[in-house]
């Protein structure tokens, strides 16, 4: 009878697995059992959710916070699955946590940020996991090192987990007042262009640290070609236990959801496609273009090197350099560019510069 019944959920949870765009939410913690039950009746109520999450135990940089309400919490969401059917999801970042999840008949599990960095406690998960068939997301790691996060990928694949997704959460940086935590766009595009057989979901929640502007994230996710999101929702988001300010409330989600332009990666469209390649041409063109010029750039850093040399100067003059900063945010206000990227733009090229006179400098 246990059989007959199981393999239905696992279709179910196999089905939501596998749709575009994969919804989850639900509270950054589970608090009381009427809390995780009435989330998950409003939640399905709204007909957008496809997994329901729940933090059970809540790693925190320092002691003192709500920590999750632990094991206990578990057949709350048991409850909760029985009376919506919609799928649970919980984080686990020890073997005890997998069993007791698992235990638990916990549908979906995440690897979180804080565990994504330690490789000894993702080894530690994926062992608990040899033999099991369960969907496994992995979140990014705190700091922004891809390495991190390919390598939590290839722990739990070595563990014979098939179904791996990615949750892009944003990366902790220091002095970043607009966002919780950075989403460094380009961090998660280089993972996706890495791993293109993995679905990538996006966490505005922890990336935004604040609900007014998750729509503006989720959406810039979507426009990314990203496969669905994960969004915190509370009955009562400013009375939380934790992180109330990123919360919002099922109704609130459903809103934002209708709100969201859903896009698609391709059209099959003739027209379309020749549009698109008469324009990939152009930029093609343009990208060649860019390298001879700055091929050209880099023979000129070489003659300033050796010109150094002879002198006995060094390679660095940050006053110069602070000159071609200013002069080149100017000239790129004017020409529609940001100065973040003009500064990441020339950065990169400085530094190459550099390069190019260190090796002119040290030649014997």
């Known amino acids: 009878m246990e059989a007959t019944q199981a ?13 575009r765009p994969l919804i989850i939410a639900g509270p950054c913690s589970a608090e009381t059992e009427e809390q995780v039950t009435e989330t998950a009746v409003r939640l399905q109520k709204t007909g957008k959710v496809d997994m329901m999450r729940a933090g059970i135990w809540k790693p925190r940089t ?19 699955k029985q009376l919506t059917g919609i799928p649970v999801a919980v984080e686990v970042a020890t073997a005890k946590q997998v069993q007791d999840a698992l235990h638990f008949d916990v549908d979906v599990l995440w690897i979180g940020a804080r565990t994504t960095v330690n490789p000894f406690s993702v080894q530690e998960v994926a062992d608990a996991l040899r033999g099991v068939d369960v969907p496994v997301l992995i979140k990014n790691p705190i700091n922004p090192d891809l390495e991190l996060w390919i390598g939590a990928v290839e722990r739990v694949a070595k563990a ?10 944003g990366f902790s940086s220091y002095g970043n007042a607009q966002y919780r935590n950075a989403p460094m766009w380009h961090l998660a595009i280089e993972m996706k262009r890495r791993n293109p057989e993995l679905m990538m979901i996006n966490d505005p929640s922890h990336i935004c640290g604040r609900r007014d502007i998750l729509l503006e994230v989720a959406q810039e ?7 669905g999101l994960i969004i915190e929702s509370h009955i009562d988001p400013d009375k939380a236990w934790s992180d109330a300010k990123q919360q919002v409330t099922p109704e609130r989600l459903a809103e934002m959801l209708d709100s969201i332009r859903w896009r698609k990666e391709d059209v099959p469209s003739a027209e379309y496609h020749a549009a698109m390649e008469k324009m990939r041409q152009q ?30 100067i060094t390679i660095l003059q940050t006053n110069r ?9 100017a000239k790129g206000d004017k020409l529609g560019l940001s100065k973040e990227f003009i500064t990441k733009y020339f950065d990169a090229v400085h530094m190459e510069s550099i390069s190019h006179q260190n090796k002119v400098m040290n030649e014997e």
């Open 7 to 19: 393999a239905p959920a696992k279709q179910l949870v196999q089905e939501k697995w596998n749709k």
């Open 62 to 80: 320092r002691p003192g916070s709500f920590e999750g309400i632990g094991t206990k919490g578990l057949p709350w969401l048991q409850k909760a």
């Open 160 to 169: 014979g987990i098939k179904q791996i997704g990615l949750i892009h959460r």
């Open 221 to 227: 996710a979507i426009d990314l070609d990203y496969d």
């Open 283 to 312: 930029i093609n063109h343009l990208d060649d273009e860019l390298m001879q010029i700055l091929s050209e750039r880099m023979k000129v850093a070489e003659k300033i090197g050796l010109y150094k040399k002879q002198n006995n």
């Open 321 to 329: 350099w602070n000159e071609i900063l200013e002069r080149a945010t």
